[in-house]
């Protein structure tokens, strides 16, 4: 009996001893598994949120959205008509006559303000009681964009019917009627032979080919063929016309891919910082440069970096073979060359080459070596409280300071490194600490995390850098970083910096070989509605919180979106339950996802895809 009790009590104490066991091991396996969790945290860099939790989240989360599709379905092979399901709507589709809408350069107010300067040419919103408080409509027949690079040679009639340029500029080679598409042979009024030719001529004196030209500027561009034919030699050429002058040819541009925007040389300043453009050009783009006391050439000077190439083909240069049939005297062609000549003198450009009615004058590299432009009396120095005071600033004759340098051979405000180097070398603005509140640091950490935030969209949408969307918009770029980690010749990003923003980093931008420019969200952009595949707010409704309803902004959004365009959003979570109800009023397919540090982080992520729908369409699909 005895032998027995201490069996049992034998058997219980190593019954004991195995719970502890097994109890010790569980603890430990518990503790390692924390710390490895903690390390994990600490060598991801996120610093915001609760990144074990999103360590959680990323195993549970589902990555297909099944309201989501981010695919195009109506293209030219696709031509059926589609409709509507019968779901309620808050906004209404706008009448027909409204497809080509662009609230700020309509026709018809346009024509109540004056014609000196081209001012009825300009940007003129309608007041809070005009607004178009309903959807644009794509339309009938509306098809995606042939891919890029066919698209720069084609474009679906449907989606542009206006036949009056292929009648207006036949003998010119701009656009070619063929069945239901338009052929763009790449030609221009100055290069009839094509543009690949008429760029030839440009680089065998500029240095196109060598990264040192990245950015480009054509003002008065027609259909864009030069910044179209740029984009092989690796420029991105920002184009610009009035809406009007020539139908519909910033929206021929856009829809080829290629970027462009409305927009004149009138009385206002153009809405980009000083010293950004590699090379400003002007082929036949009807400006008179000779007139207004050099005002527009002292408004190029501006935007030009220092050792820029301006380029002038057409009236007056060339002259003396020309003249007739520009139907001009010799005379009056050769006083208007004679008074920019003196304009270009004053500015210290250098003539660097006159042949074949094309003359380009490179800008000097600082104000040392150019005394007379920084000391003339007789011309005013422009005084800019900052290089984003441009919104619906006067353009005036005044000639704009250089930064300091320390010797004539110094490149006033910094060297640039030829592209692709500077997409990521760190700018001069920021390395000679011009930005506020951004350091060489903070770039670096910035450009880290749009590469954290890109990767985590590509989940979501991985058609992102596929070449589906071509025309991107980025409607607060901050330091350009999102296109920076989309670069690629299947794209462009229009980088926007709202003016109301309280750094301008636009400059910075540039530096980076990207292109954008200042904008007002509380009003209408100046492009045809539907030129953008797809368009990403960062922080957009938390900026205009209290500023305008954010009806406006999203009305806005849909207008220049594709149908079946994409849209990513990221802002707070307030915002975002705002933006998604009305979004969903607007035809928007939407799903709120949680911010790729976890559900902690209060910042969340719209995703959302613009229905196909056009005007001939009754009803919901």
Not at 116 to 123: K, P, Q
């Amino acid at each position: 009996m005895i032998i027995l009790l201490g069996c049992c009590g034998m058997a219980r104490s190593l019954t004991e001893n195995k719970t502890r066991t097994a109890l010790f091991v569980l603890v430990v396996f518990g503790l390692c598994s924390f710390f490895y969790l903690l390390g994990v945290w600490q060598r991801s860099g996120f610093g915001r949120g609760d990144s074990i939790a999103a360590v959680v989240n990323e195993q549970t989360k589902c990555l297909k959205l099944p309201n989501l599709n981010f695919e195009t379905h109506h293209s030219a092979s696709d031509l059926l008509n589609d409709t509507f399901s019968s779901q309620v709507k808050t906004f209404e589709p706008c009448d027909a006559e409204y497809t080509d809408y662009t609230p700020c350069e309509e026709q018809k107010r346009a024509m109540t303000f004056p014609r000196d300067h081209m001012i009825y040419r300009e940007r003129h919103c309608p007041p809070e009681n005009e607004k178009l408080y309903c959807l644009i409509p794509a339309p009938k027949g509306y098809v995606a964009p042939f891919p890029w690079p066919k698209s720069r040679d084609y474009v679906s009639y449907a989606n542009v019917p206006h036949k009056s340029l292929t009648v207006e500029k036949a003998i010119q080679n701009w656009v070619h009627y063929e069945g239901n598409v338009f052929r763009f042979p790449g030609g221009g009024t100055q290069f009839p032979q094509g543009a690949d030719k008429y760029i030839e001529q440009l680089a065998s004196v500029i240095p196109i080919t060598k990264g040192k030209v990245r950015t480009a500027l054509d003002t008065g561009c027609g259909v864009a063929s030069l910044g179209a034919y740029l984009l092989k030699k690796n420029v991105l050429t920002m184009s610009f016309a009035p809406k009007d002058n020539h139908e519909a040819q910033v929206q021929f541009a856009l829809e080829r891919g290629v970027p462009a925007y409305i927009g004149v040389l009138g009385s206002m300043k153009l809405l980009f910082p000083s010293r950004v453009f590699d090379m400003a050009h002007c082929s036949r783009c009807l400006i008179p440069w000779s007139g207004s006391n050099g005002m527009y050439m002292m408004e190029a000077d501006r935007v030009l970096r220092p050792g820029g190439y301006w380029v002038l083909s057409g009236p007056p240069i060339g002259w003396k073979i020309h003249y007739k049939g520009w139907q001009r005297t010799k005379d009056d062609l050769q006083s208007e060359q004679r008074k920019i000549e003196q304009f270009a003198e004053l500015l210290c450009w250098k003539k660097i080459s006159e042949k074949d009615g094309i003359a380009i004058w490179r800008k000097t590299l600082n104000g040392k070596s150019c005394p007379r432009k920084q000391d003339n009396s007789k011309v005013a120095k422009c005084e800019l409280t900052s290089e984003s005071d441009v919104w619906y600033k006067k353009m005036e004759a005044c000639i704009t300071p250089l930064p300091e340098v320390k010797s004539v051979s110094e490149v006033a405000g910094g060297e640039l490194e030829p592209f692709p180097q500077r997409l990521n070398a760190v700018p001069p603005r920021i390395a000679r600490g011009f930005v506020p509140g951004f350091s060489v640091q903070t770039y670096q950490e910035d450009n880290k995390l749009w590469q954290k935030h890109v990767n985590a969209y590509k989940k979501t949408n991985d058609l992102l850098d596929t070449g589906r969307y071509r025309n991107i918009m980025d409607m607060n770029a901050g330091l350009g970083s999102f296109a920076a980690v989309l670069e690629s010749p299947k794209l462009w990003v229009m980088n926007v910096v709202p003016f109301i923003a309280d750094t301008s980093t636009l400059g910075v931008i540039y530096e980076r070989g990207l292109i954008g420019m200042y904008h007002d969200w509380c009003e209408g952009f100046s492009t045809y509605p539907r030129t953008y595949d797809l368009i990403h707010a960062n922080g957009v409704f938390s900026l205009y919180q209290n500023k305008c309803k954010f009806e406006d902004i999203l009305l806005e959004m849909d207008r220049i979106l594709r149908p079946e365009g994409a849209v990513i959003i990221r802002d707070t979570v307030d915002a975002l339950v705002k933006v998604e109800k009305i979004a969903n009023a607007m035809r928007w397919e939407t799903r709120l996802a949680d911010h790729e540090g976890g559900p902690r982080v209060p910042e969340k992520i719209l995703f959302a895809v613009k229905q196909y729908w056009t005007a001939d369409s009754k009803s919901r699909r």
